[in-house]
């Protein structure tokens, strides 16, 4: 019997209901928002950092899907690992063999690594935080882990128990035992190690809702801090890791921090396949898997096969021959640089802060007058809504994609394919100026989606 199906037909015939779909059969609110905000746009095709909608208008992409289109989308390297793959017909997943590809790509990552000895493969950056919690609370025989005030690393329950923000965990309790500290506080670090049931500090070396780098010096002494009191430094680099700061790690960045379990996932993908890699010490792997009967202790039905180990191989493979991570260090300095110039031009634009092409833009309350008055009405309804004014414009009418870092902050991500060049930060300094200068000017288009957005944000009070 043949099957009569037909992806590219069924696209066709179908596409044009997209937000209809979603609206009936998936979350209802995203449609919703996406209306509100004026995102609501259909795009047809992609190639690297660009997207054309089907009227064929060009958009730079400044957001990367939150990290994971690091190569931007359809890099033709990873495009034919994929083919090549799939043509091979290999006998993938038997779950009785030792396949030769996760081999291969835990060695080319370990290579990157070299304080690192073995890796476990899952499907997303979740499951890498899972992992690395459930490994620090066997491997030190310890229930709590620490997390830093404001982080992000995931949304399922173990990375939940670790997540900074009370908006993710409000109505999912309980979850693990856990404790924050403010990222930076090694007196609070130490006062709960103290206790000693601590397995593991969990910190992403920038954090991603804010774009917050940990401070100079930070990062090694906790691990000092945290490998006297028995327990492990495990670096998120789920958003960071993969050349996005100008290193293949951020945590590299600071000389002679090694953790000991270290999360990766989003970019490894090459935006295909969902892969994720845990990374750590080989005693803790011994840990965990002490003995024979427990060799399937911790797995996943999907980690580790053909395809994602193809996507990823490729992925580094593009990282090391095309001087990716150089391009995101040089191109990151000179679009901070050119924004950061822009501070003393404009009062509401309070600081711009990152390192390579993970970029925040904070703005804050006016000095003068006018501009006060119209900063706190926005205040007042809702925090965030400038940011999301800001955001706005650049999408319609400069066709460039960027959007807030979280939620209730005045704070614009900039996390762009690692590919964009000078160009690219021309095109963005530009369309940015434009709409701050119009934003300074106290009236335009702007300040009515502004009122817009105050009169939304009070109907859902």
Sequence with gaps: MTTDFDLGKLLADR??????????????????????????????????????????????????????????????????????????DLPDLTR??????????????????PHLDRVYFGNSGAEAVETALKFARRATGRPRVLYCAH????????????????????????????????LGDLDALDR????????????????GKGVHEAPPGFLRAAQELLHKRGALLVADEVQTGLGRTGDFYAYQHE????????????????????????IGKDWIFKKVYSSMDRVVVHSASFGANAQAMAAGLAVLAVLEDEDVVGNARRTGALLKSRLAALTDRYEMLREVRGRGLMIGIEFGRPSSLGLRGR????????????????????????RILTQVSGDRLEVIKLIPPLVIGEADVDRFVTAFTDVMDEAHSGGGLIWDFGRTLVKQAVANR
């Design 15 to 88: 596409a044009s209901e997209r937000y209809e779909l979603h609206a009936r059969h998936l979350n209802h609110q995203l449609p919703r928002m996406l209306h509100t905000i004026g995102f609501d746009k259909v795009y047809e095709r992609a190639e690297g950092a660009r997207f054309w909608d089907a009227e064929g208008n060009e958009y730079l992409d400044m957001l990367a899907g939150f990290g994971v289109m690091g190569l931007g989308r359809h890099h033709p390297v990873v495009r034919r690992a994929l083919h090549d793959v799939l043509d091979l």
């Design 375 to 398: 900063w706190t009405m926005l205040q007042t309804a809702r925090r965030g809504l400038f940011a999301q004014m800001v955001v706005v414009p650049l999408l319609q009418r400069h």
């Design 96 to 113: 009785f063999d030792c396949a030769p590809l996760p081999g291969l790509l835990a060695e080319r990552l370990l290579a990157h690594s």
């Design 192 to 207: 709960e190690l103290r206790r000693g049931d601590v397995a593991a500090l969990i910190v992403e070396p920038i954090q």
């Design 255 to 278: 000389e002679g921090v090694e953790p000991d379990l270290v999360c990766v996932a989003k970019a490894l993908s090459g935006g295909y396949v969902p892969v994720s890699a845990t």
């Design 151 to 182: 982080a992000f690393h995931g949304l399922t329950t173990g990375a939940l128990s670790v997540n900074g923000e009370d908006c993710f965990r409000d109505g999912f309790a309980p979850l693990l035992p856990d404790t924050a500290v403010e």
